[in-house]
Each structure stands twice: as C-alpha cells, then as structure tokens.
C-alpha cells in the first residue's frame, strides 16, 4: 500500500522556483515527522528538510534561504518549496516519514517513490 505520494517535480531552467507536494496517508502524516531528502546520480541519499508534526522545522544549511518546508494538516501533504533553484539542485527528491528527528535516512521508516527535478543552465 503507497502511503507517500510525491508530485511537482519537472524541468527548471536555473533560477526558478518548484513546488513539491508529498500527500501521506493520516496515519502516516498525523503519527510522524515528515522530510525531504534528494539523490542525485552517483550520489548519496541527502537531506534537504524535515518538519516536525507541530511545524518546527529545520533545512540543509547549504539550503536555507532558498528552500522552504510546510504541511497542511487538512490536506495530509507536506510542501518543498524550492527557489532560485541551481542545476546542482538536480536529483530525484524523496518524501519520508518517521519518528525520530533525525537527518539520516536509516531514521526514516516510509518513502515516496521519487519525483524528478532538473535544472537546466
């Protein structure tokens, strides 16, 4: 059973915005903190941002002041708000849940599919 769904992501050309969407099942989104994490081709997994199920958050520095995290409690979903993007930014980007606040992703116990995001120069 899919319990995290991501959507959003597409091609930008350098110094565009995206939006990523992750909608979670209510248990899932209600019982755990949510994050992003990305992996780029011959890369590790990374983190990029997690936000707690009261709002507190907490991004990458090398990220912070261009991306944002938010949820909607009444929609299940989990936002990536993605500015100025770069095309180092390419990746595929993962939503996850889990219950300890933590950056690594052996932390995180469900993962999203993926959702491509690419950067052109």
């Known amino acids: 059973q899919v319990q995290l769904v991501e959507s959003g992501g597409g091609l930008v050309q350098a110094g565009g915005s995206l939006r ?7 248990f899932i989104f209600r019982n755990n903190a949510m994050a992003w994490f990305r992996q780029a081709p011959g890369k590790e997994r990374e983190f990029v941002a997690q936000i707690s199920r009261i709002a507190g958050t907490n991004i990458a520095d090398s ?10 409690n009444t929609k299940n979903t989990v936002y990536l708000q993605m500015d100025s993007l770069k095309p180092e930014d390419t990746a595929v980007y993962y939503c996850a849940a889990g219950t300890r606040w933590e950056t690594t992703p052996s932390a995180y116990d469900d993962w999203g599919q993926g959702t491509q ?5």
Do not use: P, Q
Not at 20 to 26: D, N, Q, R, W
């Open 20 to 26: 990523l969407s992750c909608a979670a099942s209510t």
């Open 117 to 121: 995001v690419t950067v052109s120069s």
């Open 63 to 72: 990220l912070k002041g261009r991306f944002t995290i938010s949820r909607d």
